[in-house]
């Protein structure tokens, strides 16, 4: 697989490749942390969501890796299938129930079949 | 699954025209925000409503925005005299505790 910043637009894999999209977040009181996916003209689609007491979370096919000391996190993707093209976010929060999400810049995973 | 409805999916209009959004949230979510996403940039946040006001609002959301919950069903944000730099997807989030679960298919503002 391959690992990008967010400062690069565009992650290209091939199928069943792991991807590995990173993100930087700026806030360092931010705790709370979440993927969205969006296709195109759909809104963001909730992916998988970490707090900050916790270092990693898997869902299916999906793993999100925090690391606060440096203000990391990142987005794995295992076997990654055509479908999961698309523009991926990292979004950050303060806990809160009335706090904003704040997104990061997006990055486009292509899959090439 | 429950999900958050927005109409229209795509507004044009001419600049200077007023517009209203309109967004069905969750029944029983006590949080509502609205987003804007410039075409291909990043989702920013205009602002945040809970108990009938405004919570917090962003440096987009100048006097020309307004949002209401009039019914306590609908959720709308208002532009009242809409310029070209107001075209973008807006997005509707409708939210319980701190789950961000919920966003809105969104609508396309085009503004001439």
């Known amino acids: 697989g391959e690992s990008v910043g967010l400062h690069l637009p565009t992650l290209s894999v091939q199928e069943g490749d792991n991807s590995i999209i990173n993100c930087a977040y700026s806030n360092s009181a931010s705790d709370y942390f979440i993927w969205y996916k969006q296709e195109s003209g759909k809104g963001p689609q909730f992916i998988i969501d970490?707090?900050?007491?916790?270092d990693k979370r898997q869902g299916q096919r999906v793993t999100v890796l925090l690391n606060k000391t440096v203000k990391h996190l990142s987005l794995q993707i295992a076997a990654t299938q055509p479908g999961d093209s698309a523009v991926y976010f990292c979004?950050?929060?303060?806990?809160?129930?009335?706090?904003?999400?704040?997104f990061g810049k997006g990055i486009t995973l292509s899959v090439r079949p | 699954e429950p999900e958050v409805t927005q109409t229209p999916s795509h507004q044009v209009t001419q600049m200077g025209q007023e517009v209203i959004l309109r967004c069905v949230p969750i029944?029983?979510?006590?949080?509502f925000y609205w987003y804007r996403q410039i075409l291909g940039q990043k989702v920013e946040f205009l602002v945040s409503f809970y108990n009938n006001e405004i919570s917090e609002k962003s440096e987009i959301f100048d006097d020309q925005f307004s949002v209401e919950r009039p019914d306590g069903s609908n959720f709308t944000l208002k532009i009242r005299s809409t310029k070209l730099e107001d075209s973008a997807m807006y997005f509707c989030a409708s939210v319980v505790g701190e789950l961000f679960r919920f966003f809105g298919p969104g609508t396309r503002l085009t503004v001439l």
């Open positions: 979004a950050e929060k303060v806990t809160g129930a009335n706090s904003k999400l704040t």
């Open positions: 029944s029983n979510h006590l949080y």
């Open positions: 970490i707090r900050s007491n916790m």
